[in-house]
């Protein structure tokens, strides 16, 4: 244990189990992100996945509406230490777009329009973990907020949710992102704060 | 690059700086350095055991086992009012750091570097203006400093004389401005922002600190402007 700080007691916010270690709960919606906001047009979007064999399935904005849409109730994390709890999202499973991709792989890349990355294991956005979402609190995702659709993977820090994402390839390694590249974690689990390098 | 363990540290030096702003300089053992412009992670523990964490941008950088921070108090915040209000030298605390590989300069890379900051987002900007003006030559900067009035400006003082030391400084004010200032007084619309920054073709390297709102109108004009996005730097803190 830690020397304690003199005159500091805390503000004894009340502890929430949903809390992961080193987190304070917020009612705001804060934004990280390393450069300008994208805006994408919807009739410019495109959703695609690459796999190991150089196949590309994408979809349109249209065609990505069409697909069958899931409402995600859900906490968030991000490294930045803010948690919001109970966010409301609506967007298609990842186990949706996989449903006729076919790929050995175990690791994916999301990419996205302004060219960020961020690498993901398979293992945490298959199985009902994650979501390409594209609206929040029943509205069309702001695109400060990574619109018009953002990759949602709740259990991981926020920032392995990438904004404005553009789509998938498959990767045989857990090769870094940009934010694993420029100081964070490769995993990145709030619960045992894999936060930093 | 590994990121250390927590670290204890003391609070070394504790002066106001504005009146809801205070610049603290840690004694940190064992901090490895840092470069201009990253962040750390302060922790705090009471008596009884309980911590909060929350994230600083450092306003020092280069080797050495003092870190500077300067911290504007956010009125409902947990860890803010405790340092801008309660700390005082001798205080135990703990620190993580450095962090952030991004929103960094480089002093070996010769573009023209443009800083926009908005209120205490000054702080990593004032980090790099400071490596900058340590060197003897290098890349040409100018810092556009966006504050409500001149008495909320967080290191007044020190961007007045890196001004008159060839810094090219731009002030803007939101709320009031001295008397007889000459400009206007306002939010940076896109026209000011433009006369106060490098041209486009000067591909300078932006970096943008302040408050959400703050970064996105400003990182939009840069875009707007004809600025490669690629080449604009944010960092962003508060609500939406």
Known sequence: MAEFTRGFGGRRRESDPRLPPGQYLTADFPVLSAGPTPRIAESEWSFSIRTESGAVTSWSWSEFLALPAEDVHTDIHCVTRWSKLDTTWRGVSIDTLFAGIDTSYEFAMAHSYGGYTTNVPMADLRGGKAWVAYAFDGKPLDPEHGGPARLLVPHLYFWKSAKWVRGLSMQKHDDPGFWEQNGYNLHGDPWTEERYW | ?240
């Open chain 2, 1 to 240: 690059m590994r990121t250390s363990d927590w670290l204890a540290a003391r609070v070394a030096d504790a002066v106001p700086d504005t009146a809801h702003g205070r610049r603290l300089t840690l004694a940190v053992p064992g901090w490895p350095g840092n470069a201009p412009g990253q962040h750390l992670d302060i922790r705090l523990t009471a008596p009884d055991g309980y911590q909060a964490e929350r994230s600083y941008s450092i306003a020092s950088s280069g080797p050495g086992e003092s870190v500077e921070i300067a911290v504007d108090e956010i009125p409902e915040g947990e860890v803010s009012p405790y340092l801008v209000r309660v700390a005082e030298p001798g205080d135990a605390l703990e620190v993580k750091g450095p962090l952030g590989a991004y929103f960094v300069w480089d002093p070996a890379d010769p573009s023209p570097v443009q800083l926009i900051a908005g209120g205490s987002g000054i702080v990593p900007l004032l980090a790099m203006a400071r490596a900058r003006a340590a060197m003897s030559a290098g890349a040409p900067f100018r810092l556009l400093y966006s504050v409500r009035t001149a008495a909320d400006a967080l290191y007044r003082d020190e961007v007045e004389r890196l001004g008159a030391a060839g810094l090219d400084v731009t002030w803007a004010y939101t709320r009031q401005a001295p008397t007889g200032w000459p400009g206007r007084v306002g939010r940076l619309d896109a026209e000011r922002i433009a006369q106060a920054t490098w041209m486009p073709a000067q591909h300078p390297l932006t970096f943008i600190c302040g408050p959400t709102s703050f970064v996105e109108a400003a990182a939009d004009a840069m875009v707007a402007a004809g600025h490669d996005a690629a080449r604009v730097k944010t960092e962003r803190f508060g609500g939406s």
